[in-house]
């Protein structure tokens, strides 16, 4: 089992940042790829970016591409966003997960760990 916790969540003004952060624990997901996944109120759950296991590969959705960076710690077992020029439509439940790499890695059943969530509020 890895049990994945997020934390970095919070309110923040319009143009502001956040980090986000997924730990791992249980055992190491360092084999794994991860994906944080964002879902608001009324709208689909959808892929934000996702990371590989070698951490060289990256991809993001087109509307954070430039302002969302993700990024891993293999040594610290964690995975994080960095979320800078933050929108209103960014409000969301932020979610991170974990899984083998096979599928598309927009495909939620590509996931077979997934944290609680950490909640995303920006304000205009």
């Known amino acids: 089992q890895v049990h994945l916790v997020e934390s970095g969540g919070g309110l923040v003004q319009a143009g502001g940042s956040l980090r986000l952060s997924c730990a791992a624990s249980?055992?190491?997901?360092?084999?794994?790829?991860v994906g944080w996944f964002r879902q608001a109120p009324g709208k689909d759950r959808q892929l934000v970016a996702a990371?590989?296991?070698?951490?060289?590969?990256?991809s993001y959705l087109d509307s954070v591409k430039g302002r969302f960076t993700i990024s891993r710690d293999s040594a610290e077992n964690t995975v994080y966003l960095q979320m800078n020029s933050l929108k209103p439509e960014d409000t969301a439940v932020y979610s991170c997960a974990a899984g083998p790499a096979f599928g598309l890695a927009s495909d939620e059943r590509s996931y077979n760990y997934w944290g609680q969530g950490t909640q995303v509020t920006v304000s205009s």
């Open positions: 990371i590989s296991q070698s951490g060289t590969g990256t």
């Open positions: 249980g055992r190491t997901f360092s084999n794994y790829r």
